[in-house]
């Protein structure tokens, strides 16, 4: 967050017949630049600037603060640099501008075949901003420029141009360095080339090129994969989670002693986040969470009788907080981090152990809320936070639930029902829970079909309520991963025929969203968003891979 410049306007004194005409000058001077630069009605991105004069008849003229500005957030500071620039997909991505010298850098990828590029910032009719298009083997001089996009009109930038393949920056500014910008997008948009048309790089100092053939676009958004080589060899599971647009997988790594590895996308490849097999043994199960930038990892490893720990990446090294979280083995576990609190729904032995979550409280773990608040033993869960109140979907194996799915939530300390206990029609596997504007939505396998139908449903406030029929996919392995965009529902998993699969509810019916080419997948499954770009982690052949739904 950056602090802003407070802008003075100060008179200065005179005295006598000079001074007052003095202070005229100026004042004429400063209204005049005030409606020049900012000729609608004050808003909230550009503050009235009008001087204030406490001149009486003496002639003296006091010094009066008129212009105080607040502090404009943005996640994605800092992005001062083409070195701090942050990567941008297709779409928009929300900045500000703040103070008024502020400026952001952005970078994205145009693959080899060459792309019809569309750059553009659009936000409030107070905004104006510049911006330039850099290649990234000179930041300094830029390859395209533009100020407004309509003069007179539309005060906001756009360059169209054609690129070849390769990495490109964006520098985005307020014009002239004068005005704060609370809220803006910067929006991408490409066409790709196909193999027939090559463009060739002559781009000029206005962005123009020229082609060896007559370009023909493709359009059609596809399932990609977001870089390559995560690992080599098979893993036995992972793990996944996304953090403001970075990706991150957790591994069993077998070029590690089948050690814990995590890794990340810098935006052109996979880099491991701290030593790899930074883990003190083999896990058994394992749950990743990335909370503004900082990795945590929940485990059950041989090292330590396979009683679960939790492990924090920080000042470059990988920390164990407090020891093992129970006692005992654990046979489920989730993480989930709320505030820079990490919190573990965990059960311990199969049979005997119901379910339980805690929270690390500097040294050590404690419960939150009463323990054991399952009617028997769990065998899956799922934990996630919204707007600081946890909710865990859980399978309970007590002999009413029979493997049914029961949701709670931590009300005050205690876990309550959302609902009815064991709503789903039989035993499920494979849980997700999400909660999107204070209503919660589960995905599952249902077991009382042959391997199960995926299934989602949502409260209502008085009952649980299927979104839709049944998707007619059965899961072939692993679990089911939920995610609702601005309320609608989707989710990923893995066939029969061992395909990985997205589906979208589209208000009436379950829609396949593009189509992945890819087979032999398992599980476990996983969905997030970025900026409206759906990213899908699977197990495609033994190996670990993310994808995006674009261009």
């Given amino acids: 967050m950056k602090t802003p410049a407070y802008g003075k306007f100060w008179i200065a004194s005179a005295a006598g017949l000079k001074g007052f005409f003095v202070i005229l000058c100026v004042i004429s001077v400063l209204v005049f630049s005030c409606k020049k630069n900012n000729p609608a009605a004050p808003s909230q991105d550009t503050p009235a600037c009008t001087p204030t004069s406490t001149a009486v008849q003496s002639t003296t003229a006091t010094p009066t603060q008129t212009r105080m500005l607040t502090p404009m957030p943005d996640a994605l500071e800092p992005d001062n640099s083409s070195t701090q620039a942050r990567w941008i997909l297709q779409g928009s991505q929300t900045h500000s501008i703040s103070p008024e010298t502020d400026v952001d850098w952005v970078k994205f990828i145009v693959p080899s075949s060459g792309a019809s590029v569309q750059l553009s910032t659009s936000g409030p009719d107070t905004g104006n901003t510049v911006m330039g298009l850099f290649a990234q083997a000179d930041t300094a001089n830029p390859i395209a420029t533009n100020d407004d996009k309509v003069p007179g009109v539309d005060l906001y930038s756009a360059i169209n141009t054609l690129l070849s393949g390769g990495i490109y920056y964006l520098k985005i500014g307020s014009y002239g360095g004068l005005t704060q910008i609370r809220e803006y ?155 820079g609190t990490p919190y573990l729904a965990v059960s311990g032995n199969f049979y005997t152990s119901k379910l339980s979550v805690y929270k690390y409280e500097d040294p050590a773990w404690v419960p939150s809320g009463n323990t054991d608040f399952s009617d028997s033993y769990v065998d899956d869960a799922a934990i996630v936070f919204s707007d600081g109140i946890a909710y865990v979907a ?90 609702v965009k601005n309320g609608t529902p989707y989710v990923a998993y893995v066939n029969v025929q061992g395909i990985p699969v997205v589906m979208e509810y589209d208000g009436a019916n379950w829609q396949a969203v593009g189509n992945i080419p890819e087979t032999y997948g398992a599980g476990p499954s996983f969905i997030s968003f970025f900026n409206d770009i759906p990213y899908a982690a699977y197990l495609i052949n033994g190996n670990p891979e993310v994808m995006y739904y674009g261009y």
């Fill in 185 to 339: 997008s910067i929006n991408l948009q490409m066409q790709y080339f196909t193999d027939t048309c090559t463009p060739v790089s002559t781009a000029t100092a206005t962005g123009t090129m020229t082609f060896t053939a007559t370009p023909t676009f493709t359009a059609t958004p596809s399932w990609r994969l977001l870089g390559t080589g995560i690992t080599a060899g098979t893993v036995g599971n992972f793990s996944y989670s996304m953090d403001n647009g970075t990706n991150y997988i957790a591994y069993y790594d077998p070029n590690a002693q089948y050690r814990e590895t995590i890794k990340k996308f810098d935006g052109t490849g996979w880099v491991s986040v701290g030593n790899p097999g930074f883990s003190p043994g083999s896990p058994y199960l394992s749950s990743l969470c990335v909370c503004n930038g900082v990795p945590y990892l929940a485990e059950t490893d041989n090292t330590y009788g396979y009683k679960p720990i939790v492990m924090k990446y920080e000042a470059g090294s990988w920390v164990i907080l407090g020891g093992a979280v129970i006692p005992e083995e654990a046979h489920t576990l989730s993480l989930a981090v709320d505030n």
């Fill in 394 to 483: 859980y399978m309970d194996e007590g002999y009413q639930a029979a493997g049914r799915i029961t949701v709670m939530k931590n009300v005050s300390g205690i876990w309550e029902a959302v609902g009815n206990k064991g709503f789903s029609l039989g035993g499920v596997s494979g849980i997700s829970v999400f909660v999107d504007n204070g209503t919660p939505y589960v995905a599952y396998s249902d077991g009382s079909f042959y391997q199960g139908l995926v299934t989602a449903m949502y409260y209502d406030g008085s009952q649980w309520v299927r979104i839709g029929s049944y998707i007619s996919s059965m899961v072939y392995s692993g679990a089911v991963s939920l995610y």
